[in-house]
Structure formats: C-alpha cells, structure tokens
C-alpha cells in the first residue's frame, strides 16, 4: 500500500513559481508522476520519475518550464514550476505505480492540490 499526500499548491500571478510536494509513506521506492485536472477537461499528464530518480519524463506542454525531482531520504516527490501560464491552472496530483503517461497505469493517487494562475 502507498499513501501520497501533495502540498504547495495556491495562487500565483502569471510568471510566476510553485514547488508542489508530494509525501510517499508505505512502498516508497516507487516510480511517481504527476498529472493535472482542470474544470471540465480530462486528466493530463505532467512528469514522471523513476524511483532512483535517473529517469524523467515530461509532457510538452511543461517541458523547459517544469522540473520533476525527488529526495528519496524524505519520501518526497517535487514538481518545481516556474514561467506559469493561466493554462497551468488545475488540480495537480501525484500517482505512483509506474512512470508512464496513462493514468490507467498508475495504482494510488494522492488528493490533490489546486494550482490557480491569474493574469
């Protein structure tokens, strides 16, 4: 069993920086990744990481903007956003299980947190 509990989220104008966590308790030596929901549209994906963390993977739409990392000594996962754009708004969350881009794919979901970019 794994738990994901995700904190950072909040409100940022556009331009601006996030770091969203994600605290892994249980089997903590898993591949995590990162998806987003806005109002409306399907879940999307965002990053992903191997749980050595050598292997990352990005969507297009964040890739240069985005960074996935992880510190396996603190059980934590992040997603460090910077050059946020009003698209970025959604609610974020992080799944474990695997490291590809198909929510299908992934076992356990974190709550999620909300990220809202004004302009």
């Known amino acids: 069993q794994v738990q994901l509990v995700e904190s950072g989220g909040g409100l940022v104008l556009a331009g601006g920086s996030l770091r969203l966590s994600c605290a892994v308790s249980?089997?903590?030596?898993?591949?995590v990744g990162w998806f987003r929901q806005a109002p409306g549209k399907e879940r999307e994906f965002v990053a992903a990481?191997?749980?050595?963390?050598?292997?990352?993977d990005y969507a297009d739409y964040v890739k240069g903007r985005f960074a996935i990392s992880r510190d396996n000594a603190k059980n934590t996962v992040y997603l460090q956003m910077n050059s946020l754009k009003v698209e970025d708004t959604a609610v974020y969350y992080c799944?474990?299980?695997?490291?590809?881009?198909?929510?299908?794919?992934?076992?356990?979901w974190g709550q999620g947190t909300q990220v809202t970019v004004s302009s």
């Open positions: 799944a474990a299980g695997s490291r590809t881009r198909n929510t299908r794919d992934y076992d356990y």
């Open positions: 990481i191997s749980w050595t963390g050598l292997s990352r």
């Open positions: 249980g089997r903590t030596f898993s591949n």
